[in-house]
């Protein structure tokens, strides 16, 4: 009893503190209360929808902030690109740690200013279905893409763009996959960490 009474307190304090680093995360990407709060609810939501880790959701939305801050987007085109991002990794098929590592290399390109050969081809490999939408909202093919990164020319903003031209066709896409069962376990574990 008393190990698994010490077993609960760590998990339960490991969810705080993992909450506190997303609301410390959110704070960061936003100027005021208001936004803060907007952007907590939903990233939580875009989360849940595109069943994603809450933890990485938010880091994404941080780091797309920070890329396209002096470029004026707003919150809400903002929060648009992450779900795009989000279910294009979901459409492309890749495990969940593929995913979150090909996030990881693409909001570190974008937090340099450009998205280059590493990061794309990380983005190539783990998720081809966000290379793709990346390509056809440039309006260009994949080769011509690569090319661009190679030399340091695909911009925050360019990205921005491009997943908004190509978001309702995602969404189509996205509303096709069925769930698989540790989908079901990354909502929860996004719902047990909010409510804690």
Known sequence: GALSLTALTSQLVKYADEFTNINNTIRLATNGTQEFAIAQKELFRIAQETKTSFSTTTELYRKFSVATD???VSQERLLKVISSINKA???GGGDKSSIEAALTQLGQGLMEGTLRGDELNSVLGQTPRLANAIADGMGIAQDKLRAMAMEGKITAEQIVIALEKQGIVLDREYAVMASKVSDA???????ILVAI
Not at 185 to 191: A, R, Y
């Open 89 to 91: 990794g979901i459409i």
């Open 185 to 191: 376990m990354t909502t929860v574990n996004n719902s």
């Open 70 to 72: 002096s470029l004026g």
